[in-house]
């Protein structure tokens, strides 16, 4: 079997799992496609498993319950593994709400691997951009258990970056991402 060095050394770059967190409409996968276009300009390899397209695929048998968003990000690290097994930077974009899950998410990685990235966006800035008109019908009652709304999101404490979307430019953002990640 081939080794995680030796794909990094094939790849010539270290693997890493970016796990972007944040309310819905921060701008989470906006900001992970466009870091892996620029990575992927730079010859880097690289992988997004946007939790939108998990849950259309893989984890379609899954609802909203705690459990069920437990098993939702339990898989997306699972999957994010493999491709880090193979020298990937993965970049996992989901909103992954409290802080135990995400505790449990960087226990999984070595420390060195695994790098937590806050989106931060204010809930009226999420609102008014709404992409999928998900909070209109979260405060309209046709969603129940809507992060953000009727359900709590919890800030990470000690994320290894911070961006903010309500006030840094999305390409300015792009290029924080890209900085971390090449920082070794």
């Not at 996968?29 to 390899?45: C, V």
Request: hydrophobic fraction near 35%; charged fraction near 30%; glycine fraction near 8%.
């Amino acid at each position: 079997m081939v080794g995680k060095s030796e794909w990094e050394s094939m790849n010539g770059h270290k693997g890493k799992v970016l796990w972007f967190t944040g309310l819905s409409g921060s701008g989470k996968s906006t900001l992970a496609t466009a870091t892996e276009k620029e990575l992927f300009q730079r010859g880097i390899r690289c992988v997004v498993l946007d939790g939108d397209q998990l849950r259309s695929g893989i984890n379609r048998d899954l609802g909203f319950t705690d459990e069920d968003r437990r098993e939702n990000l339990r898989r997306a690290a699972e999957i994010a593994s493999l491709f880090l097994s193979v020298g990937f930077i993965v970049l996992v974009p989901m909103i992954s709400p409290s802080s135990e899950a995400r505790s449990a998410i960087r226990q999984r990685f070595e420390p060195e691997t695994y790098m937590e990235i806050y989106i931060k966006c204010s809930i009226e800035e999420c609102e008014r951009r709404d992409p999928k008109g998900l909070y209109r019908k979260a405060r309209s009652g046709l969603i129940k258990q809507f992060t953000g709304i009727d359900s709590l999101y919890e800030p990470p404490l000690e994320a290894e970056l911070t961006v903010d979307t309500d006030s840094e430019p999305i390409k300015q953002c792009v290029q924080a991402l890209v900085d971390l990640i090449l920082r070794d």
